[in-house]
């Protein structure tokens, strides 16, 4: 009888898995033709915690194009410009069109340590330095946003989705929270002075889960998928008041060979940080194998 459990127990968990990854990538809500960016602290963020988002989104049947600003080179070990090249690798291997659509700072506003936290107007006046539209009023070069004088322009950018870290940051680490808070505060200078105007980018953020689901892997799938199933129903008046077009929630899970692409990311593209404890983590990681985030809310 043990030995038929032993057998067993594996499979449906394998089977779990594997269903809910194609549960997700076919019936759960996705984002077509769109300007995505997915704003990172250090390069292997990418890879270690965003993986299944990035496998995902840059499927060519969904036509987006998929862009990553990292803001800052990990330059804690003096391996900056190691780890800048290694970036562009990964980020090829996990889908982007091309190493140009990587853009790696490597400036002192943005150390990289565990014990400094960022600026978040210096991350937001990056920010609407890249991607603020020549048409809007948000001036780069006059702090966050300049005064905005007619409040019938509607807020412009050249992006339509903006990807990263959620308040806790995954790790509680300060960096990847200081994106966070940037990403706000630039949003929320976007639409200064424009009520009644859409915010032209959306804001998703990627949860931070318990110390135990962290590291329980693929077995976190189905976990995660009923647990956003149970908040996306009590979110279903604020969907219908928006006309159910933006989803509130995304869920990416990615299937066998996906994770394997997703650890190849890591031992091919970041072999300078192949310490046993990264070995550990894209084994047991369950942020390799799945992602779920969540809509900001800027007002």
């Known amino acids: 009888m043990l030995f038929y459990l032993a057998v067993a127990v594996p499979i449906l968990l394998a089977t779990a898995w594997l269903y809910t990854a194609h549960i997700t990538r076919v019936s759960f809500p996705k984002f077509h033709k769109k300007r995505i960016c997915l ?11 965003f993986s299944p988002t990035l496998l995902a989104l840059t499927d060519e049947r969904l036509g ?17 410009q190691t780890r800048k090249q290694e970036l562009l690798s990964s980020a090829v291997i996990l889908g982007l069109r091309s190493p140009a659509d990587v853009f790696v700072l490597d400036s002192s506003l943005f150390p990289d340590s565990m014990t400094s936290s960022w600026d978040p107007t210096e991350v ?19 702090g966050i946003a300049s005064k905005v004088k007619n409040s019938n ?6 992006i339509d989705i903006l990807l990263t870290f959620d308040s806790r940051g995954v790790s509680d680490h300060p960096n990847h ?9 630039w949003l929320t200078a976007l639409m200064a002075n424009k009520s009644g ?14 110390i135990f689901r962290k590291y329980i892997t693929f077995l976190d799938a189905p976990v995660t998928m009923l647990l956003g199933a149970l908040q996306t129903a009590k979110g279903n008046k604020n969907r219908k008041a928006e006309g159910g077009r933006i989803p509130q929630r995304v869920l990416f ?12 990311a890591m031992t091919r593209g970041h072999q300078s940080q192949m310490q046993w404890f990264r070995w550990g983590w894209i084994v047991v ?5 799945v992602n779920d985030l969540k809509r900001e809310h800027i007002n």
């Open 64 to 80: 987006n194009h998929v862009k990553i600003l990292c803001l800052s080179t990990g330059n804690a070990d003096n391996l900056g």
């Open 153 to 158: 322009e509607p807020p412009l950018a050249t």
């Open 285 to 289: 990681g369950r942020y390799m194998v």
């Open 124 to 142: 937001a006046k990056v920010l609407s330095s890249a991607f603020a539209s020549a048409g809007s009023s948000q001036n780069p070069h006059k």
């Open 197 to 210: 105007w859409k915010c032209p980018v959306e804001l998703y953020t990627l949860t931070t889960t318990n």
């Open 253 to 264: 899970v990615s299937d066998l060979a996906q994770w394997r692409k997703g650890q190849n």
């Open 39 to 49: 704003l990172i602290a250090h390069p292997d963020d990418e890879a270690m915690f």
């Open 177 to 185: 929270i200081s994106l966070y808070r940037g990403a706000r505060a």
